[in-house]
């Protein structure tokens, strides 16, 4: 199996472009207060997955109360005006600093779709960020569900053959075991994991899966797997 041989990329944003860890992180830190700031990774994940648990509404508007869980439960500066700034702060959550220019090489290529479970406003913001690279998108908006919900993953598969593409030529990229990599596989979709946290112990802030799925394709980064479609390009051009 060739990573040339697909028409369409369906990427994962938030998690596999998006470094969201860094910016829950650093926001927390940031606005928390001195306790908040000695935190560690795992201190102020585990809270936070169980406030976004709790609201699980659209990103651009629950994650100020995804804040307010967190703080509460740690003890943390938790008036309206420091939920407002996290909520803010979301919006601006950096990009992975391979992914602007791995996804501009990527889009040389092949139609690049965004799957994400963020909504129109923070997407917008997000894709931005990312130097708007997509051809298209779908967001929790369109699709009235999240990830890892298949009908998520049937809303796209209907959306792309309309463009004329099948599911067959649809490689789907994500970071997330949870979310994407499991659900997409027992869908039948080709499989692209970018393993962010390889090296690193437990799943961050994204949720543990029942179990971890192979992949038919494994990076730690995004710049590894658009390397390694110039590599096969380059070695097509040579057989030629």
Excluded at 184 to 189: D, I, K, M, T
Aim: charged share 25%; with cysteine.
């Amino acid at each position: 199996m060739q990573l040339t041989q697909f028409k369409v990329m369906t990427f994962d944003v938030v998690g596999t472009l998006i470094d969201f860890e860094s910016g829950v992180l650093n926001a927390v830190r940031a606005l928390g207060g001195d306790k908040a700031a000695k935190a560690s990774d795992d201190e102020i994940f585990e809270p936070y997955k169980r406030g976004r648990d709790k609201f699980y509404g659209r990103s651009s508007f629950a994650m100020k109360d995804v804040y307010l869980s967190l703080a509460a439960e740690l003890g943390y500066k938790n008036d309206d005006a420091t939920a407002e700034a996290f909520q803010l702060a979301v919006l601006r959550w950096p990009a992975f600093a391979d992914s602007v220019e791995a996804l501009a090489r990527l889009r040389k290529n092949f139609r690049l779709v965004a799957m994400t479970n963020a909504d129109r406003t923070a997407f917008s913001a997000y894709s931005d960020t990312l130097g708007n690279p997509f051809h298209d998108s779908v967001t929790c908006d369109d699709t009235g569900c999240a990830k890892p919900n298949p009908q998520f993953f049937a809303f796209n598969k209907g959306r792309q053959s309309a463009f004329g593409y099948k599911q067959s030529e649809i490689l789907h990229v994500a970071q997330s075991q949870h979310h994407d990599i499991g659900v997409a596989r027992e869908l039948g979709y080709t499989t692209c994991w970018i393993e962010r946290r390889q090296g690193q112990q437990g799943f961050g802030g994204t949720p543990t899966p029942k179990s971890l799925t192979k992949p038919d394709f494994h990076f730690s980064s995004l710049k590894q797997l658009a390397d390694a479609v110039d590599a096969e390009l380059a070695a097509g051009v040579k057989a030629a």
